[in-house]
C-alpha cells in the first residue's frame, strides 16, 4: 500500500486521482495541502470525491504535511514557480516526487533541484513529470512506431500546440508565478522533440509575443522556438492561444517527424498518426499506452522501465527555459 | 499581339506556355534561348509543341535574341544563378519581364536587379516572379478569405514545403547555381508568410542541413527559418526534402495561420482550406484564381491589379537570402 500526498491543485493532479481511485488496493491519499497562495484546493477535493477517495487531512503547510505523514509519493502541483522548491524539499525526505510540468520556472531552480535529485537517486528516489502526452495514444503509438525504425534517422521535427485561453487564473498572469508559455505549454512539443530524436539541442533561438491573450495579463499568446541539434538535426514548435473558442476541441497537438525513410504524424485533435514511407500514406492503428501515474509507480516497483525518466524531465525544463531566455533577450543561447 | 521570348527552361516557364498556347490571338513565341550553359531547351521546345505552339527561332545568346527580337515580354527560367542579370538585361531593354523565383541568389545581384528595375517601372515596364503556389486554389481562397478579416488580425504564421527530392539535375548540386533550397523551395512559404500578413519582417534567425539529401551534391535537405515580424507578429517556415517518393503527390504545401478571431490552414496536398472562427470547424468552398501567366499580361494591359507586384517578388527574395545568410552564419540577421 502506498501512502500518497498532494500538494497544490494547479494543473495535472488528476491524472494521479484516476490511477489511485481505481487501485484502491495499492494507493491511500492520506493528506492533502494548498502548497502555494492562492491555490483553489478543493479542486482536487471534488476530484477526490469524484474517484471513490475520502476527503483527506487538510494542511495548511505542505512541509509539516510530508514530515507528519511520511508518503511514500507526493504529487507536486502547486504554482508553476513553486515546483522545484517543493520537489527538492520531498526529494530531500526521501520521498517519490511525480510533480507538474515544467519541473522549475528559472534555470538556478532547477539547477538546485537536480542537485538534491542527484543525492535522492542514490538512494532509490524516483522523480518524473507529468508530460502527460506522452501517454496519449497518438503520441504513444507514433514513437512506438519510431523506435521500430518506420522513418529512418530523423533529421526534422516540427512541433505544435495549440490552446483556448479562456480566462486563466491569476496565476498565469504573471510571469513570476506562471513561468512563461514556453515552459508551461510549449514543454510538451519540446519533450516529443527531444524524446523522439534522442538528441541534445546545440543552440535555440525563440520569438513570443503576449498581444491577444485575451486579457490574461502578461501570458504569451504565441511564441516559437527553433532548434540546432546534434548531427544537424533541426526542430521547432509553434505554440499559441490563440484557438477559438468554437474549436471541436480544447487542444491542437502535433507533431511531424521527418526522417530517411519517411515522414510520420501526430495529429491530435483528429487523434490520428498519419505515416508515409515505403507504402505510400496511411493510418496507423492506435496502441494502448500505460497510464502516467501508473506508469511512474509501477517504475518505482521495479516493474518495468517508465515512459519519463528524472533526466528527462529536467532536461526538457531546461531546454524550455533557455528558449524562453532566447525569447526575452533575442540572443542565440548556445547550450 | 505580344511577342514573347524565353531564355532558360530550369523551372515554372510551364506556367507562360499553357497561356500563351490558349490564346494565338493574343500571343507568339518569337524566339528561345538555352541562356545559361548546360539547359536543356528541348523541354521547353516540347511543351511548345505540346501547347500547340511552333517552335521558334533559337538563339545560342539570348542577349542577341532580345537585341533582335525585341519582344514585349521575356520569359527568364535559367539557371537559378542568373535570373537577376538576365532579368535586368531584358528590364533596361524595356522588356516585360516574367522571372522564376528567386529573383537573385545573392543580395549584391537583388540590390542591381532592384535598380535596373526602378529605372524601367517609370517607363511602364512590368516585373514579377513566378510565385505559382499563390494561384493554387487553396492558397488564393485562403487569402482571399483572411482579406475578409475571417481570422482577424493576424498573430502568427507556421509554413511548409514539402518535395521529393529524386536525383535532381546538376544545376541543383551547388550552391552557386542553385542558390540554396531556402530561396528555392523556401521562398513559397516565405511569400505566404509576408503575403498574407503584408507584414515586414524585423528579424531572421534560420536552420538547415545539407545530409539526406539523396546525394544532390550540397543541396539542403532540410532547413527552418524564424521570423520576428512587425507588431509582435511571429512565423516561421519549415522546409525539406524528405517526402518519400511513395506520397500521393510531388509537395506538400502548408500554411497555418492563427489571427485574433479564428485560425485558418491550407492543406496543399489535400487541396483544402480548413478555417476555424466563430461557427466552429468549416472546410472552403474553393476560389477559381485566374492563371499566373495571364494575371501578369493582364496588370501589364492594365485590365487588372495582379496578385503578385515587383515589390514583392524583390522582397520575398530578400527575406529568402537573408534567411539563409542567417543559416549559413548562425547569426540573427536584422532587417
Redesign the interface.
Known amino acids: 500500500m502506498k501512502k500518497v500526498c498532494f500538494i497544490g491543485a494547479c494543473g495535472h493532479f488528476g491524472s494521479a486521482v484516476s490511477v489511485i481511485g481505481s487501485h484502491p488496493e495499492r494507493f491511500t491519499v492520506s493528506a492533502i495541502s494548498a502548497g502555494s497562495e492562492q491555490v483553489d484546493i478543493s479542486r482536487l477535493e471534488a476530484a477526490l470525491v469524484q474517484n471513490g477517495i475520502a476527503v483527506p487531512k487538510r494542511y495548511d503547510d505542505y512541509r509539516q504535511m510530508l514530515t507528519e505523514e511520511k508518503p511514500d509519493i507526493a504529487v507536486v502541483d502547486g504554482y508553476f514557480c513553486d515546483h522545484a522548491e517543493m520537489s527538492a524539499y520531498a526529494l530531500a525526505m526521501g520521498i517519490h516526487v511525480y510533480c507538474e510540468k515544467p519541473v522549475a520556472t528559472t534555470l538556478e531552480d532547477l539547477e538546485i533541484l537536480k542537485t538534491v535529485y542527484a543525492k535522492a537517486a542514490r538512494k532509490g528516489v524516483h522523480f518524473a513529470y507529468m508530460l502527460t502526452t506522452r501517454y496519449d495514444p497518438w503520441f504513444y503509438t507514433a514513437y512506438q512506431a519510431v523506435q521500430q525504425g518506420v522513418i529512418g534517422?530523423i533529421?526534422?521535427l516540427?512541433g505544435?500546440k495549440?490552446y483556448k485561453a479562456g480566462t486563466r487564473a491569476p496565476l498565469f498572469h504573471q510571469r513570476k508565478t506562471y513561468g512563461g508559455t514556453i515552459p508551461w505549454v510549449g514543454i510538451h512539443a519540446i519533450d516529443w522533440v527531444l524524446w523522439f530524436s534522442g538528441k541534445k539541442v546545440e543552440?535555440v533561438?525563440?520569438?513570443?509575443?503576449s498581444?491577444?491573450n485575451g486579457g490574461n495579463g502578461t501570458m504569451e499568446?504565441?511564441?516559437?522556438c527553433?532548434?540546432?541539434m546534434e548531427?544537424?538535426?533541426?526542430?521547432?514548435v509553434?505554440i499559441?492561444y490563440?484557438?477559438?473558442q468554437?474549436?471541436?476541441t480544447h487542444g491542437d497537438d502535433r507533431i511531424r517527424i521527418?526522417?530517411?525513410?519517411?515522414?510520420i504524424e501526430v495529429r491530435g485533435s483528429e487523434g490520428k498518426v498519419y505515416l508515409?514511407?515505403?507504402?505510400?500514406?496511411q493510418e496507423l492503428e492506435l496502441l494502448t499506452p500505460p497510464k502516467i501515474f501508473e506508469d511512474f509507480v509501477d517504475g518505482i516497483d521495479g516493474k518495468v522501465q517508465p515512459l519519463i525518466t528524472a533526466e528527462q524531465s529536467f532536461y526538457a525544463t531546461e531546454v524550455c527555459l533557455k528558449a524562453q531566455l532566447a525569447a526575452d533577450t533575442?540572443?542565440?543561447i548556445v547550450f
Open positions: 534517422e533529421r526534422m516540427n505544435q495549440s543552440r533561438t525563440a520569438v513570443q509575443s498581444q491577444a499568446a504565441t511564441a516559437i527553433m532548434f540546432q548531427d544537424e538535426v533541426v526542430a521547432h509553434n499559441d490563440l484557438r477559438p468554437s474549436a471541436p521527418a526522417g530517411t525513410k519517411g515522414v508515409i514511407a515505403d507504402k505510400g500514406l533575442g540572443r542565440i
